[in-house]
Antibody, heavy 118, light 106 residues
Framework: EVQLVESGGGLVQPGGSLRLSCAAS????????MNWVRQAPGKGLEWVAN????????NYGASVKGRFTISRDNAQNSLSLQMNSLRADDTAVYYC???????????WGQGTMVTVSS | QSALTQPASVSGSPGQSITISCTGTSGDIGAYNYVSWYQQYPGKAPKLMIY???DRPSGVSNRFSGSKSGNTASLTISGLQAEDEADYYCFSYGGAFGTGTEVTVL
């Protein structure tokens, strides 16, 4: 079964850091671009970042550029998101999502909640 | 990376057809035939319904169809059913999701 499972969410103070992980299984991880997408409580979806199959290309949304870093470990079939300088407006459910072709997310994880609050 | 514009809500009676629009610019929707649509139930992860403007993934009902004209993409749900009541989001080249549309089955 194709599956993505996120972990690492929790409560963090403003200015703090958190690292999210996504474990992939059931497909050949090394052949797909991977993404992080988030959704603030009661709000819409926001694309956060993506990374090429070999990790050589990374792209970020304007609201997280310079604060978040996406990475992957193809040997472990895992995707990560290092989040620094967290702000209250980073509070959201963070989803790991697989790219299919162009601008298409065909497999999603169940999400992990990140709350930034003092 | 501005959000694409969708109507906040669309409603219809069972059996009817509804259409959700997704308006962008010549730099995103109008640039390529790369528009996808997602269905999301409360508290659940999104699900891919349409990709590349009008293609359906395996397992998605053929009651769902997509199209594009200029800078506007559309998702049509035919034969509306109670289970179609959910939020729907578009996504296009440029990295922006639509603002989201709540579909209500009357």
């Amino acid at each position: 079964e194709v599956q993505l499972v996120e972990s690492g969410g929790g409560l963090v103070q403003p200015g703090g850091s958190l690292r999210l992980s996504c474990a992939a299984s059931g497909f050949t991880f090394t052949t797909y671009w991977m993404n992080w997408v988030r959704q603030a409580p009661g709000k819409g979806l926001e694309w956060v970042a993506n990374i090429k199959q070999d990790g050589s290309v990374k792209n970020y949304g304007a609201s997280v550029k310079g604060r978040f870093t996406i990475s992957r470990d193809n040997a472990q079939n895992s995707l990560s998101l290092q989040m620094n300088s967290l702000r209250a407006d980073d509070t959201a459910v963070y989803y790991c999502a697989r790219n299919r072709g162009y601008e298409t997310f065909d497999v999603w994880g169940q999400g992990t909640m990140v709350t930034v609050s003092s | 990376q501005s959000a694409l514009t969708q109507p906040a809500s669309v409603s219809g009676s069972p059996g009817q057809s509804i259409t959700i629009s997704c308006t962008g610019t010549s730099g995103d929707i109008g640039a390529y035939n790369y528009v996808s649509w997602y269905q999301q139930y409360p508290g659940k992860a999104p699900k891919l319904m349409i990709y590349d403007v009008s293609d359906r993934p395996s397992g998605v009902s053929n009651r769902f169809s997509g199209s594009k004209s200029g800078n506007t993409a559309s998702l049509t749900i035919s034969g509306l059913q109670a289970e179609d009541e959910a939020d729907y989001y578009c996504f296009s080249y440029g990295g922006a999701f639509g603002t989201g549309t709540e579909v209500t089955v009357l």
